[in-house]
């Protein structure tokens, strides 16, 4: 089964994108729900590097 780690520590953020994509069947995962205890460094120019940053991070 597909999930998606949603990398934000931000409640109401987690809270709120589980809302809009609970339509699709897909697990939406916290930072906290699967014990990530490092601190990501958002250091891209965007959004979108800030987020392939996240996932790198996550993934390794």
């Not at 409640?11 to 939406?28: Q, T």
């Amino acid at each position: 089964m597909r999930k998606i780690i949603f990398a934000s520590g931000n409640k109401g953020k987690i809270s709120e994108v589980r809302k809009i994509l609970g339509v699709l069947d897909i697990p939406i995962i916290s930072l906290q729900e699967i014990n990530f205890k490092g601190d990501i460094e958002e250091s891209g120019d965007s959004f979108e590097e800030n987020a392939k940053i996240k996932a790198i991070e996550i993934f390794n």
